[in-house]
């Protein structure tokens, strides 16, 4: 019985964006002459087939693969900062360091590979050794003595269990039977929160030292107001799914069983790159690498940044008029066929409103701040740590820090011990989040104490007492993070897409709809070029002097569309998933954080 539940918790942890924040400024883009898409012939600058609203990953991914799979020639990108990306925002100093802002890492998957290959990225991949442990901080209370109190949690099955010894045995027990299927039915008055879903399930012990801290990682969030149906719908759909009763390893059998078909019926391509299960990827220069591929694969011609998409409206033939002020201050009208807006929920519940009535209502989606923090340290100033050495003090993804435990930072990343070339010798970089829905207060702090701050908790976690303050890299505060799945979010996403059904060739995306992790982006900018594709195939064409009617110079609205993908997923869990917004100059986008794309549990997610 111990072996499924815990097999269970393996999954959910080992399959979750930890610690995955991703935000990048300014990697060189890596495109080869052979990935690059021949610039198309243009009649008319300003009339497209697609106009695509964002350049994160969802409206990246979205972009190149209506050219590149689905022959869509004629398409435009438009992003409000300088450069593409969104919350990707990877940076690099004269010291030799390598950091993220934003989401930091993504689980490899078919659809990730193939768009790597496309671009002509597969040498720049890295992939972390998917045996690395993850760990979550925790003493007393009747767990068992862990060196630097740091419990690595299994994954390799069963021989792990025995050793595991963060939850007591009557919480094994407990959990173990739920597992199997011993549980109450769920209620039929309200929407279950995650904390009800898993302490119903696993008990309340499981709930607190394992899923609490996951929460933080993914979401940055409060896990009473979370719903389990939305935020956590791949494991709630496993309630009842099985044929040996409610429980959730009868379910993960019927799922395990899907996933293998889905396999077989669509192998990878032998030239995608490969993986292994467990590994965590990201690029040489960080994750903003994609987008900036992607922008120099589609040309100039099909990119605009530093330029705002102010309004977009329905012309009579059907198309649609987007009034964009370009960088020189100057408005251009953009005719589309079709519209993809990727932006993040408060710019997208102000440009489609009069489209889709319903995304009004995204305004009312919380994003909560948090801060994503890089210091460095010298190895010999950290403490001994669990398969540490001298010469290499870490060696695992990260840590996650359950609320319980009193530390404020939400978990940690540790980015050298991860990929190759994060720090120069002699050194290890830390990346920590901190913040969210449970410590919104950190919106108000200044930088000099944010760093204090997470200095202070690394030192108590990974440090010598006598070790230095740590040396201060990179600290980027999300005022809007990662979008809350709370109760009540499901029900919104139905209005969404009845209201989007109503209105043809008109299409919302994001992190808000599909998922927060950086794998949930990229599958969607798969699917929807499909999905764009198909409309346009079966949508007659006309001009632009057609269909322009004549109106008055639109008001200028606040409503400044950029990327809203990868949004701070808090990942140190997997992602440790998604998260925040910039400013004027630099717009605020919605970032992630995470350890693994749903890995050791903080991130910004990555829209």
Avoid at 202 to 220: H, K, M, N
Wanted: charge should be negative.
């Amino acid at each position: 019985m111990q072996y499924h539940s815990f097999c269970l918790a393996a999954a959910l942890l080992n399959g979750s964006p930890l610690l995955a924040f991703a935000f990048t400024s300014g990697p060189t883009s890596t495109t080869t002459a052979s990935s690059r898409i021949p610039p198309r012939t243009v009649l008319n600058a300003h009339e497209v087939d697609c106009l695509v609203v964002g350049s994160g990953v969802s409206g990246s991914t979205l972009a190149f693969n209506l050219v590149k799979n689905q022959n869509i020639d004629n398409i435009l990108m438009v992003e409000r900062n300088v450069d593409v990306g969104g919350n990707l925002i990877s940076k690099e100093n004269e010291e030799g360091f390598v950091w993220e802002e934003g989401p930091n890492s993504f689980q490899p998957t078919s659809y990730i590979c193939r768009v790597i290959y496309e671009l002509g990225l597969s040498k720049e991949l890295v992939l972390a050794d998917g045996s690395l442990p993850r760990f979550v901080y925790w003493h007393g209370e009747g767990a068992g003595e862990k060196l630097a109190n740091l419990h690595a949690l299994p994954t390799n099955l069963p021989g792990d269990l025995l050793d595991f010894n963060l939850l007591t045995w009557p919480a094994k027990i407990r959990a173990a039977f739920g597992a199997l299927g011993f549980i109450d039915p769920p209620p039929t008055d309200r929407e279950e929160s995650i904390r009800e879903f898993v302490t119903r399930h696993l008990g309340a012990e499981t709930f607190e030292r394992v899923i609490d801290p996951f929460v933080s990682g993914v979401y940055a969030g409060d896990p009473d107001k979370l719903a389990m149906r939305s935020a956590l719908k791949k494991i709630h759909r496993l309630e009842g799914m099985g044929e040996f009763g409610p429980g959730l390893v009868s379910g993960a059998l019927v799922r395990f069983g899907e996933l293998a078909k889905e396999k077989k019926d669509n192998p990878p391509d032998e030239a995608w790159p490969t993986y292994k299960g467990g590994e965590l990827g990201s690029f040489r220069k960080g994750l903003q690498t994609l987008a900036l591929s992607v922008k120099d694969s589609l040309g100039d011609d099909r990119v605009w940044t530093n330029s705002l998409v102010e309004k977009i409206e329905r012309l009579k033939d059907g198309r649609f008029k987007a009034v964009v002020m370009r960088n020189d201050k100057t408005k251009t009208e953009v005719i589309a066929r079709s519209v993809c807006v990727t932006s993040p929920t408060r710019v997208t519940c102000k440009l489609a409103a009069e489209l889709v009535p319903a995304a009004a209502e995204l305004s009312k989606v919380y994003s909560p701040p948090v801060a994503s923090v890089t210091m460095a340290y010298k190895k010999e100033w950290f403490k001994e740590l669990p398969g540490g050495t001298k010469e290499r003090p870490l060696r695992g993804f990260g840590h996650l820090l359950p609320r319980k435990m009193g530390i404020r930072s939400l978990g940690t990343i540790w980015s050298s011990s991860l990929f190759p070339g994060r720090s120069p010798d002699g050194w290890e970089l830390l990346l920590t989040y901190i913040g969210g829905a449970r410590d919104p207060s950190i919106k108000d702090m200044t930088e000099e104490e944010i760093y204090k701050q997470v200095d202070a908790d690394n030192h108590k976690i990974l440090l010598k007492d006598d070790a230095p303050e740590g040396v201060k890299i990179g600290c980027r505060v999300w005022q809007t993070a990662i979008p809350q799945y709370e109760k009540g979010h499901f029900d919104l996403l139905q209005r969404l897409a009845e209201d989007e059904a109503k209105c043809p060739g008109f299409y919302l995306g994001g992190n808000y709809r599909t998922g927060v992790a950086f794998g949930d982006c990229v599958q969607f900018g798969w699917d929807e070029a499909a999905r764009v594709a198909d409309y346009l195939k079966t949508t007659p064409t006309t001009t632009v002097e057609e269909s322009i009617p004549e109106t008055e110079e639109p008001e200028t609205a606040d409503t400044s569309a950029g990327a809203d993908d990868e949004q701070p997923t808090t990942a140190v869990a997997d992602e440790v998933s998604n998260p925040t917004d910039n400013s004027p100059a630099e717009p605020e986008l919605e970032p992630a954080s995470t350890m693994s794309d749903k890995q050791t549990a903080t991130t910004v997610a990555s829209d």
